[in-house]
């Protein structure tokens, strides 16, 4: 008898242990949940308000230009804060970039020498490259590529023949190299539908592929530019843009980035054209994604833009 209750005692011992252990799992599985509800929570509100810093932006571009307190879209940082949250917003005419269809081929070879570093004939090259993707036809420019070309580099794609309908798919041209793509994407753009740049709004590296303009120019320039503009006064000319200027137009690429008061951040970004003459659609979104790099503003030292959130 004595030793049959000696045995129970060690069968209750052993249950009290693995209910120890089952309690003790599921404790931890349930605080597991709780922090990846938690998580998925704040980032959903982050998503949310970047999302609605976005449509705020648009709200405020839409109001008539005489309203002295309209928004402009001149890249001036704008922030607040809602419910423990900061929220700051930059606004720039998509002219700011340049377009990858209509740009005028000499500043678009001055962007491929200036931020790849190529020599005259590599740059007009591989520009004669990018205009065979978009042209219409199948005849090869001198220094170009058409199918036969990207069958013999072992390619399974041919040139669109039609205009890029995403900076994304300069990747597909021909010795456009991953690297390449990632240096060039920042400063172009398929909405503006301009052959030049404002530079009012045009960044450092955008506004040195223009022909013939040196670095020290293009420097003195950012840099009168972002005293006129903190003193709200008028930016001042740029020499040798000729032929390379364009006005503000009404697409309009908005960042949005919030952060939470755990240090949780978020950024969302969209280029929107804005049609306020059109009661049926006062605008457009043409697109939306994560913001992969900070939206350089004319009001900054480019130097000391901060990097985005991941």
């Known amino acids: 008898m004595k030793k049959q209750h000696g045995v129970a005692l060690v069968v209750v011992l052993w249950v009290i242990v693995l209910l120890s252990v089952i309690a003790s799992v599921f404790a931890k599985t349930t605080r597991t949940e709780a922090a990846l509800a938690r998580n998925q929570l704040e980032m959903a509100q982050v998503r949310a308000l970047s999302e609605a810093g976005i449509e705020r932006a648009v ?3 839409l109001q008539p230009n005489n309203n002295p307190f309209r928004w402009r879209s001149n890249g001036a940082p704008l922030s607040w804060e809602i419910e423990g949250a900061s929220i700051s917003i930059k606004a720039v005419d998509e002219t700011a970039r340049i377009d990858i269809n209509r740009a005028n081929p000499a500043l678009f070879v001055g962007l491929l020498k200036t931020q790849l570093g190529l020599d005259d004939l590599e740059a007009q090259s ?7 993707w978009r042209d219409a036809d199948d005849l090869k420019r001198p220094n170009g590529a058409e199918k036969e070309e990207y069958a013999a580099a072992g390619l399974k794609h041919v040139p669109g023949n039609r205009d890029f309908m995403a900076v994304t798919e300069l990747s597909s041209v021909l010795g456009i190299t991953e690297a390449y ?3 060039l994407a920042p400063h172009l753009t398929v909405y503006s539908r301009q052959g030049g740049i404002n530079p009012a709004t045009a960044s450092q590296a955008v506004l040195s592929s223009i022909p013939g303009i040196l670095p020290e120019e293009v420097s003195m320039f950012v840099e009168m530019r ?4 903190q003193a709200g006064q008028q930016v001042p000319a740029l020499p040798k843009s000729a032929g390379m200027f364009a ?3 009404n697409v309009i690429r908005i960042q949005a980035l919030v952060k939470l008061a755990n240090g949780l951040s978020h950024g969302r970004e969209a280029v929107v054209r804005i049609t306020p003459g059109d009661p049926k659609r006062l605008h457009s979104v043409l697109t939306w994604r994560d913001a992969l790099e900070p939206l350089e503003s004319p009001f900054e030292n480019p130097a000391e833009t901060p990097s985005l959130p991941h």
Not at 126 to 132: F, V
Not at 226 to 229: E, K, M, Q, V
């Open 59 to 61: 709200y405020e571009l």
């Open 126 to 132: 591989l520009m004669e490259t990018i205009q065979d």
């Open 181 to 183: 793509y990632q240096k």
């Open 226 to 229: 972002r005293l006129a503009l």
């Open 247 to 249: 006005n503000a137009g």
